[in-house]
C-alpha cells in the first residue's frame, strides 16, 4: 500500500495534534515496513520529535514545489501530487480532507479528534466555527470512513452532525512510550531541583483555558488537607488570568505552582514526581494528559461528562467539573489512603496497556485494508 497522511500537524505542532500525527504514523510505519508512507507537508519543518523518521525507509516527505499559497496546496492542490504518487489511501489526521480527493477515486480517511468548536462555539468565535464547521461537513462527507478517537466523539458524530453509525469506528489514541519508563533517580532530582518542587502535590497538565476547567481544582483546594500544593504545567491564556484572580483574592497563590517551559524530556519526570494527577476538563476528544499520567504511575481524578472515563478507566475516580466540595473530597481519600493509591496507581497501569502503540496500530492497519478491499 502506499499511504498518504496530511503531516503538517507533525511538523509543526509540538502538542495535541502534532502529537497525535506522530504517533500514528511512527505506530504505522513499524508493523507495516511494506508499506510506502508519505508524508505531505506546506514545509519540511526541523523537528527533533520527528527524528524517528531516519529510522522507516519507507516513509517519504513530500512537500510543494512552491513555497507560495502552501495553504491553497494543502485544502486543493495536494490533490495532483497524490495522483502523481499513485497514492491508494489518504488519511487527513486533524479533521479535513483535500477538496477534489473524491473525483480521484483514492480512498480516504479523516480523523476528527472532538467537536468543542460546535460544544463550545464562543470560545473560537463567528468567522472560525463556520471554517471549522465546512472542513469537517466536507471531510466527513467525502471519506469512506471516520476515524474517532473516543466512543465520545463518535457520539457526537451521530447527535451534532447526524452521521451515520457505520461510517465511523473508534480507533483510540495512545501516548508516548517514555511515560511508561521509569526515570533514573538522577533525572528525577534535576527536574526537582530544577523547579524547586515540593515531595508531595497535585499535578495538573494541559492548556490553562476555561474549558479544561482548572479553577475548580484551585477552588478545591481550599478543602485539601496538609496544605498540599498544585503544579500546573500548560500555556496560558486569558483564562489564566481569571484563575490568578481567584488565586490572589483568597490567599491561595502560595498553594499553586505554575510551571514554565517545562521541556518534553523533562515531562515525564514531573508526572512522576507527583503524588495525584487530577484534570477535570469539561470537555476532551480522548484526553491524553489522562493516559499520561496512568502511565506514569499516578492515581487520576477526571470530570464526568465526556470521554474521560473511557481514558481513564474504571479504577479511577470522577467527579462533576463544576463541584469543587466533592473533588476536594476525593482528593484527600487518595492523599490519605495509601492502600487506595497503591490499588489506583497499579490498577491503572493494567488499563493503560490497553492503548499500546502495537494493539491500536494493528487496529489501524485492519481499518486501511478494509477500506482498500472494498474499493
Known amino acids: 500500500m502506499k499511504i498518504g497522511y496530511d503531516a503538517k500537524r507533525a511538523f509543526y505542532n509540538n502538542t495535541g495534534l502534532g502529537n497525535y500525527s506522530r504517533w500514528l504514523i511512527k505506530g504505522f510505519a513499524s508493523v507495516?515496513?511494506?508499506?510506502?508512507?508519505?508524508l505531505y507537508t506546506p514545509k519540511?519543518?526541523?523537528?527533533p520529535r520527528l527524528s524517528f523518521i531516519g529510522n522507516f525507509p519507507n516513509i517519504r516527505t513530500v512537500t510543494p514545489k512552491s513555497k507560495w499559497f502552501t495553504s491553497w496546496w494543502r485544502s486543493r492542490g495536494i490533490v495532483k501530487d497524490l495522483l502523481r504518487d499513485d497514492i491508494d489511501l489518504y488519511h487527513g489526521l486533524s479533521h479535513e480532507l483535500p477538496s477534489g480527493i473524491e473525483k480521484t477515486g483514492i480512498r480516504s480517511v479523516v480523523t476528527i479528534h472532538d467537536l468543542i468548536f460546535m460544544r463550545y462555539p464562543k470560545q473560537f468565535g463567528p468567522v472560525n466555527y463556520r471554517i471549522y464547521l465546512a472542513k469537517v461537513k466536507h471531510?466527513?462527507?467525502?471519506?469512506?470512513?471516520?476515524i474517532a478517537i473516543s466512543q465520545k466523539t463518535k457520539d457526537d458524530l451521530i447527535e451534532l452532525l447526524g452521521i451515520g453509525s457505520g461510517k465511523?469506528?473508534?480507533?483510540y489514541q495512545g501516548c508516548d512510550p517514555v511515560f511508561a519508563l521509569e526515570q533514573t533517580v538522577a533525572q528525577k532530582s534535576a527536574v526537582k531541583d530544577k523547579y524547586n518542587l515540593p515531595e508531595t502535590f497535585i499535578l495538573s497538565v494541559g492548556t490553562i483555558e476555561e474549558r479544561k476547567n482548572l479553577l475548580l481544582t484551585v477552588k478545591a483546594l481550599q478543602n485539601v488537607n496538609n496544605g498540599t500544593p498544585l503544579v500546573v504545567v500548560g500555556k496560558e491564556t486569558k483564562y489564566a488570568e481569571e484563575v490568578k484572580n481567584y488565586l490572589t483574592a483568597n490567599n491561595l497563590s502560595n498553594r499553586v505552582i505554575f510551571l514554565k517551559d517545562v521541556t518534553f524530556t523533562e515531562l515525564p519526570a514531573v508526572y512522576?514526581?507527583?503524588t495525584i494527577f487530577v484534570y477535570p476538563s469539561?470537555?476532551?476528544?480522548f484526553g491524553i494528559p489522562v493516559l499520561e499520567?496512568?502511565?506514569?504511575?499516578?492515581?487520576?481524578?477526571?470530570?464526568?461528562g465526556s470521554c474521560l472515563e473511557e481514558a481513564g478507566g474504571p479504577d479511577s475516580l470522577y467527579v462533576n467539573p463544576d463541584d469543587d466540595t466533592n473533588l476536594a473530597a476525593k482528593i484527600n481519600q487518595v492523599l490519605e489512603d495509601s492502600r487506595l493509591r497503591q490499588t489506583m496507581i497499579t490498577k491503572g497501569r493494567a488499563y493503560a496497556?490497553?492503548?499500546?502503540?502495537?494493539?491500536?496500530?494493528?487496529?489501524?492497519?485492519?481499518?486501511?485494508?478494509?477500506?482498500?478491499?472494498?474499493?
Not at 297 to 302: D, H, K, S, Y
Not at 353 to 375: G, P
Open 32 to 38: 507495516n515496513p511494506a508499506n510506502t508512507l508519505y
Open 44 to 47: 519540511a519543518k526541523a523537528n
Open 139 to 146: 471531510a466527513c462527507k467525502f471519506a469512506d470512513k471516520i
Open 168 to 171: 465511523i469506528e473508534v480507533v
Open 272 to 274: 512522576q514526581l507527583a
Open 282 to 285: 469539561r470537555y476532551e476528544g
Open 293 to 304: 499520567a496512568l502511565n506514569s504511575g499516578l492515581p487520576v481524578i477526571a470530570a464526568t
Open 353 to 375: 496497556a490497553n492503548f499500546t502503540d502495537d494493539k491500536l496500530s494493528l487496529q489501524l492497519t485492519r481499518l486501511y485494508q478494509n477500506i482498500l478491499n472494498h474499493a
